[in-house]
């Protein structure tokens, strides 16, 4: 099993910036893929961004390119997500998420889920 906790949430005005965390535990050994997802209330879950370790591959949403940026600290076994320029319209419950297969940015593909942390962005 593999537990996944995120931290970093919070409320910020419009423009401003953001660091998620999100820390595995467990047998991590293996786990080759992280993804960041949020879901806003009253809408799916979407796909933020994902990256594949073995081969440093990242990719984002549309909606967030040139603003997010996904990375992982091995040492720590953490995965962050740098939010930058932040909109209004990222106020979601972001999730990180491990493991399984499939597309990256499909979330049924995914094993393990953290608990979530609350993103508010004010105009």
């Known amino acids: 099993q593999v537990r996944l906790v995120e931290s970093g949430g919070g409320w910020v005005q419009a423009g401003g910036s953001l660091r998620l965390s999100c820390v595995a535990s467990?047998?991590?050994?293996?786990?080759?893929?992280m993804a960041w997802f949020r879901q806003a209330p009253g809408k799916e879950r979407e796909f933020v961004a994902g990256v594949y370790f073995s081969i440093g591959w990242t990719t984002y949403a549309d909606s967030v390119k040139g603003r997010f940026t996904i990375s992982r600290d091995n040492a720590k076994n953490t995965v962050y997500l740098q939010m930058n320029s932040l909109k209004p319209e990222d106020t979601a419950l972001y999730y990180c998420?491990?493991?399984?297969?499939?597309?990256?940015?499909?979330?049924?593909?995914?094993?393990?889920w953290g608990q979530g942390t609350q993103v508010t962005v004010s105009s």
């Open positions: 467990g047998r991590t050994f293996g786990n080759n893929r």
């Open positions: 998420a491990g493991g399984g297969g499939g597309n990256v940015d499909q979330a049924l593909g995914y094993t393990y």
